[in-house]
C-alpha cells in the first residue's frame, strides 16, 4: 500500500454538508494525488501536489479543494456535498525516482445523500 | 475526457489460458502504463513502457506498444484464478512535467475460472 492511509475507509453524509477526506503517507514522497473512481468513467484526477503548499488541479477539480500544510498530509475538502460526488476516492503517491508512477491507497467510499 | 479506451470491456477465460486485453490513446504520450485493481481495492501498478519502447515483459506480462497506432495491448500468459481483476491502462502526456497525473482508460475487467 505504500505507506498511504486513507481515513475515513467508508463515509454517508448528507447533501450540502461539507466533507474531508484525508491522505496520510509515512514515507516523504513529494508528489500526491487524489482520483476519483465512478463506473463507466475510469480514474479522473481531482488535484494534485507537488510538494507543501503547492497544489493544482485536475480534471475534475469542480467542487472540490485541497490543502497540503505537511509533507505526510493531504486533505481533500467537498465545500458542499451533492450527490454526484457519490464515488470512490483514491490518493497516490508517486516517489521521486519513479515520478510518473502512482501507487495508491485503498480508497475511501462516499456517499452522498 | 477519457485518453484510453480499454478493449473488451469484460473477458472470460479458463485457467491456464492467455488473456489479451487492448488499450488505445489519442495524444502523443511519454509512457504507458497497465495497473490492476481487485474488488474493492487500490490500483496496483504492474508495469510502465515508455514511448520509444515496443515490447516489454515483467515475469507472465508482455506489454507492446505502438506510438503509430496509439495502441497498446497486454498479454497475461498462463492465466491463474488470482489474476481475475480490472486492469487499467493509464498514459502520461509527452512534454512537460506529468509526474503522476495520470489519465485512466475505463478497465477490462477479466474473470478466471478455475
Known amino acids: 500500500d505504500a505507506g498511504i492511509t486513507q481515513s475515513p475507509r467508508h463515509k454517508v453524509t448528507e447533501t450540502g454538508t461539507p466533507v474531508t477526506l484525508r491522505c496520510h503517507q509515512t514515507?516523504?514522497?513529494?508528489?500526491m494525488y487524489w482520483y476519483r473512481q465512478d463506473p463507466g468513467h475510469g480514474l479522473r484526477l481531482i488535484h494534485y501536489?507537488?510538494?507543501?503548499?503547492?497544489?493544482d488541479k485536475g480534471e475534475v477539480s469542480d467542487g472540490y479543494s485541497v490543502s497540503r500544510s505537511k509533507t505526510e498530509d493531504f486533505l481533500l475538502t467537498l465545500e458542499s456535498a451533492t450527490s454526484s460526488q457519490t464515488s470512490v476516492y483514491f490518493c497516490?503517491?508517486?516517489?521521486?525516482?519513479?515520478?510518473?508512477?502512482?501507487?495508491f491507497g485503498q480508497g475511501t467510499r462516499l456517499t452522498v445523500v | 475526457s477519457q485518453q484510453g479506451e480499454e478493449d473488451p470491456q469484460a473477458l472470460s477465460i479458463q485457467e491456464g489460458e492467455n488473456a489479451t486485453m487492448n488499450c488505445s490513446y489519442k495524444?502523443?504520450?511519454?509512457?504507458l502504463q497497465w495497473y490492476r485493481q481487485n474488488s474493492g481495492r487500490g490500483l496496483v501498478h504492474l508495469i510502465l513502457?515508455?514511448?520509444?519502447?515496443r515490447e516489454k515483459h515483467s515475469g507472465r506480462l508482455r506489454v507492446t506498444l505502438d506510438t503509430s497506432k496509439k495502441s497498446s495491448s497486454l498479454l497475461i500468459t498462463a492465466s491463474r484464478a488470482a489474476d481475475t481483476a480490472s486492469y487499467f491502462c493509464?498514459?502520461?502526456?509527452?512534454?512537460?512535467?506529468?509526474?503522476?497525473?495520470?489519465?485512466f482508460g475505463q478497465g477490462t475487467i477479466l474473470t478466471v475460472h478455475p
Open positions: 493509464a498514459t502520461v502526456p509527452d512534454g512537460g512535467t506529468s509526474y503522476g497525473k495520470l489519465t
Open positions: 501536489s507537488y510538494g507543501v503548499k503547492d497544489t
Open positions: 514515507e516523504n514522497h513529494r508528489y
Open positions: 495524444t502523443s504520450i511519454n509512457n
Open positions: 497516490a503517491i508517486s516517489p521521486s525516482n519513479r515520478p510518473t508512477e502512482a501507487f
Open positions: 513502457i515508455r514511448s520509444n519502447e
